[in-house]
């Protein structure tokens, strides 16, 4: 692949991921925990990779064209971001003086970072319909390395930004309580949303 190529999916993806969205909305929650930021992100990733290589196997041209499975991951997906978003305004997260405990709960916060990226159809979607249109049937690599790498590209961009998101917000809010929970607030308002979006398209379909 060229590094013509390379540059011009990269500035696309930057494009996504520099939108506020539901993995935004979880590293900012994150953000207000301090120590769970990386393990958080962590989590986005994997869900990012994970749609990769689905859409590099060719199983995720399968998932798309059929109906049903396409309505069950929508609908987990949505579900999934409705359940974080009303925990999210029930409880909001609020900067704690003792995070020695924050440490103890990296694996949860992986696992869920994982589902929100994971479970939301909308990135799956991205990747099955951009990720194809960047690689070269004729080029030295096969099409689902190169799907593979375009892959890895996006996800690095994911990290930086999602790092600067939370570490950002993390230095922003944690010496503002009111703020940090009148964010945290915003955050699981913002993935009820998303999620009535997606249930919404799914019910017009």
């Known amino acids: 692949?060229?590094?013509?190529?390379?540059?011009?999916?990269?500035?696309?993806?930057l494009l996504f991921v520099i939108t506020p969205g539901a993995?935004?909305?979880?590293?900012?929650?994150?953000?207000?925990f301090g120590r769970v930021v990386i393990p958080a992100v962590a989590g986005l990733l994997i869900g990012h990779l994970l749609a990769t290589v689905i859409?590099?196997?060719?199983?995720?041209?399968?998932?798309?064209?059929?109906?049903?499975?396409?309505s069950l991951l929508t609908l987990g997906g949505a579900g999934y971001l409705l359940w974080l978003g009303i925990n999210?305004?029930?409880?909001?997260?609020?900067?704690r003086a003792g995070d020695a405990q924050a440490s103890a709960s990296w694996a949860r916060w992986t696992l869920k970072g994982a589902c929100v990226s994971g479970l939301n159809p909308k990135v799956f979607l991205l990747f099955l319909a951009l990720l194809p249109q960047f690689t070269d049937p004729l080029a030295a690599w096969?099409?689902?390395?190169?799907?593979?790498?375009?892959?890895?590209?996006?996800?690095?961009?994911?990290?930086v930004i999602y790092l600067l998101v939370g570490f950002g917000s993390s230095a922003v809010l944690r010496t503002r309580p009111v703020a940090a929970q009148a964010v945290s607030r915003l955050s699981g308002a913002l993935m009820i949303i998303i999620?009535?979006?997606l249930l919404i398209e799914q019910t017009l379909r």
């Not at 993995?23 to 207000?32: K, P, V």
């Not at 859409?55 to 396409?70: E, K, T, Y």
């Not at 999210?88 to 900067?95: E, F, G, I, K, T």
């Not at 096969?142 to 990290?159: D, E, M, T």
């Open 1 to 13: 692949m060229s590094p013509s190529i390379f540059a011009a999916f990269w500035a696309v993806s």
């Open 23 to 32: 993995d935004w909305a979880y590293a900012i929650s994150a953000g207000l």
């Open 55 to 70: 859409v590099a196997a060719g199983v995720g041209g399968l998932i798309a064209s059929n109906p049903l499975a396409l």
């Open 88 to 95: 999210m305004l029930r409880h909001p997260s609020v900067p």
């Open 142 to 159: 096969p099409v689902p390395l190169q799907i593979l790498a375009l892959g890895l590209l996006h996800a690095f961009s994911c990290g």
């Open 195 to 197: 999620a009535i979006l």
